[in-house]
């Protein structure tokens, strides 16, 4: 049976909380940009409930609540539903049942071997608690979401690669057992260093709600003062303007690094041409940090205020929002219903479609007596 061969995306955000900068550098911005390319003829964008779900058992109102700010976000930065398909996980059965497929042809070594998982599991305190076992395998299902759609690109970060990996693995051994049916997906990263992993604003490696270091794409313009002001690091020995400074490890300089470019310059800070000018001008002494917030928060609010407007519009009309994701699902439905269907032709389990296993049967029988 055929397979798609058009050039499909899929990407997806487990909904745990609002998305932040680090979302947007590593990856928003970039999904917007691929949907603006007009090369890819089908994107899909899916809520990841049912994975936020493997370490928030028991907080489903949590994911419940963050399914409306995902998608608030999404439309916020410019994911148009008319040409990205916006949907929720659990609304698509197929996900379960491929997943429960898939799992007999991944071994339990392998999974132990996943180092984004392993790592995981340390940072919740699986180790010692307990490891659910939906939590252990769902780089399983998240082979599951990539192969329903036939994602031929998967725009993730870099900590990702590892279930990219696994998936094609599991691509690779299902077609081996039961005939090429499964497309193999390719995983495609960001080329910038800094938009990879934005730090958090205090410098620590990763934007994380409970450390509160992030800036949400929806924070307020006040909120984002404070959090750059108060919070953010800069260079410990520049104490005088007139001290030279460092950059490496700067924090103001790995976000100018991700977001500004030399139009920002000419609007906001004449004194330079571009970054470059800037960096060196603090190396060697005589810019304060002070000048140099204030023209992060400027080049940051020149992303931030196009996004807040949008969000404003959209949360007047969440009516319409529904609409959108349950749109987007029911053909997200039909479509990975349909990757069930040939899973199941391949395996040879869709005794329902048509009546041929009964003459299959009658004719075993009849050889058997
Ligand atoms: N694991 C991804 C994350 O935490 C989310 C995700 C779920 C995903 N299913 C996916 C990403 C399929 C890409 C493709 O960010």
New binding site residues.
């Given amino acids: 049976m055929s397979t798609e061969t058009g050039k499909i995306i899929?990407?997806?955000?487990?909904p745990t909380g609002r998305l932040h900068l680090g979302h947007y550098a590593g990856s928003l911005k970039r999904r917007v940009e691929l949907q603006e390319s007009g090369k890819y003829d089908r994107i899909y964008i899916?809520i990841?409930d049912d994975?936020a779900l493997t370490d928030n058992a028991d907080n489903p109102g949590k994911i419940r609540d963050n399914i409306i700010n995902v998608v608030l976000d999404y439309l916020s930065v410019g994911i148009d539903p008319l040409k990205s398909t916006i949907c929720v996980?659990s609304a698509l059965p197929a996900l379960h049942s491929l997943t429960f497929y898939y799992l007999n042809l991944v071994t339990t070594a392998r999974l132990s071997r996943n180092p984004t998982v392993k790592s995981e599991i340390q940072m919740r305190g699986f180790a010692d608690e307990g490891l659910p076992t939906g939590f252990f395998c769902?780089p399983v299902?998240?082979a599951a979401?990539?192969t329903a759609f036939d994602?031929t690109v998967?725009p993730?970060?870099e900590d990702?690669l590892p279930?990219l990996e696994q998936t094609r693995e599991i691509v690779e051994k299902f077609n081996r057992i039961y005939g090429q049916t499964l497309v193999l997906p390719q995983a495609m990263i960001p080329e910038n260093a800094t938009q990879r992993r934005l730090p958090g604003v205090d410098g620590k490696a990763k934007m994380s709600k409970s450390l509160g270091n992030c800036i949400y794409l929806s924070d307020s313009p006040k909120t984002v003062k404070q959090q750059i002001n108060g919070k953010m690091f800069t260079d410990p020995q520049h104490l005088r303007i007139e001290d030279p400074g460092h950059i490496e490890g700067n924090v103001v300089f790995t976000y100018l690094d991700a977001f500004c470019n030399n139009d920002h310059f000419a609007r906001f800070l004449p004194d330079y041409n571009n970054l470059e000018e800037m960096k060196e001008h603090y190396m060697l002494g005589g810019l304060g940090d002070g000048t140099c917030k204030k023209f992060l928060i400027q080049v940051l609010e020149d992303t931030l205020v196009p996004i807040r407007e949008k969000r404003m519009k959209w949360e007047k009309d969440i009516d319409t929002v529904y609409d959108i994701l349950k749109a987007g699902t029911a053909k997200a439905r039909e479509v990975t219903d349909a990757t069930l269907e040939r899973v199941e032709h391949a395996m040879r389990i869709d005794y329902f479609s048509d009546r041929s296993v009964v003459g299959e049967w009658q004719n075993l029988l009849k050889t058997s007596h």
Avoid: C, H, P, W
């Fill in positions: 899929l990407t997806a955000d487990r899916m990841a994975q996980q769902y299902s998240q979401d990539i994602a998967v993730v970060g990702q279930m």
